[in-house]
C-alpha cells in the first residue's frame, strides 16, 4: 500500500498509574514514572483540509487502534537508529469547533543521556511538528461515492458542481507505518503533506515495490522522497 503523510503537531502529556501501566505493555521492563518522558500528537482530524481531503470518524477510530505499538522516527528514517519513541495508547477526542472530532496519539520516550536533547527540544517548542504515515483503503468522492482507488471519477477535489465543493473522504485504514519527528518551522494545524495523491511515488522496476522492510536499502528510495517532501512543505 502507497504511504499518505499528515502533519501533526505535539502536546504535553499527563503521567498516572493508568497511563504508566499502557506503557509498559510495550516495554519488556517495568518502568517508573522517572524513566520516560510521555507527549501526547495531535495527529489529524474529521474535517476538510487544505487538499480537500478528510478522515472519516470510522477511519480515525482504526487509527487510534492501529497506532498503538508504532515507533516514534526522525525525519522518517525507516531504521533503528532513528527510532526515539513509541506510541502506547490512541484516542477519538473532541477538537476545536463544533463537531470536531480529533485523533490523538499518547507516546513515550526513555529518559537516557542520548534522549536528553530530543527531550530538550520538544519541552522547549523547538521541536514540534511531526509527520503521521499510513495507508488507505479507500478514497471517496464526496459528490459520486466513487472509490479512486478502483475508477477515477469526473470530479476535482476544490472544484465546486452545482453548488457543492467536491472533497475526497479518506476511509479505512490498511495499514499503519510509523509517525517521524521532523525539524521544521511550525505551519498551520490545516497543514499536510502527501507522496503523491492517492498513488505515492513508484519504486524503481528493478526494485521490489513494498520497497522492503524499513531499513534495509531498498527502503532508500521511498526515505529520500519522503525527505524531500518535508523540505518542500512550504
Request: overall charge negative; glycine content about 10%.
Amino acid at each position: 500500500m502507497d504511504q499518505i503523510l499528515k502533519s501533526a503537531r505535539l502536546e504535553k502529556g499527563s503521567l498516572d498509574e493508568g497511563e504508566l501501566a499502557l506503557i509498559n505493555q510495550q516495554a519488556l521492563r517495568p518502568m517508573a514514572a522517572e524513566d520516560v518522558f510521555t507527549f501526547r500528537l495531535a495527529a489529524c482530524d474529521n474535517q476538510v483540509d487544505r487538499d480537500f481531503e478528510r478522515f472519516t470518524e470510522g477511519t480515525l477510530s482504526e487509527m487510534a487502534e492501529r497506532f498503538v505499538g508504532c515507533p516514534v522516527l526522525r525525519d522518517h528514517r525507516w531504521s533503528a537508529d532513528a527510532q526515539t519513541a513509541r506510541v502506547y495508547a490512541g484516542a477519538v477526542e473532541p477538537g476545536p469547533g463544533e463537531g470536531v472530532r480529533r485523533l490523538v496519539l499518547r507516546c513515550y520516550m526513555v529518559r537516557t543521556p542520548e534522549s536528553a536533547p530530543t527531550i530538550a527540544a520538544i519541552e522547549g517548542g523547538i521541536l514540534r511538528e511531526c509527520s503521521v504515515g499510513l495507508a488507505v483503503r479507500r478514497v471517496v468522492c464526496s459528490l459520486c461515492g466513487a472509490d479512486q482507488r478502483e475508477t477515477l471519477c469526473q470530479h476535482f477535489p476544490g472544484r465546486e458542481y452545482d453548488g457543492q465543493v467536491c472533497h475526497m473522504d479518506l476511509d479505512g485504514v490498511a495499514d499503519a507505518y510509523e509517525i517521524s519527528l521532523v525539524a521544521v518551522p511550525a505551519q498551520p494545524a490545516a497543514g499536510v503533506i502527501k507522496g503523491k495523491r492517492y498513488g505515492g511515488a513508484e519504486a524503481p522496476a528493478e526494485q521490489d515495490p513494498t520497497g522492503g522492510a524499513p531499513g534495509e536499502d531498498s527502503q532508500d528510495w521511498r526515505d529520500e522522497a519522503l525527505l524531500e517532501l518535508e523540505k518542500s512543505r512550504f
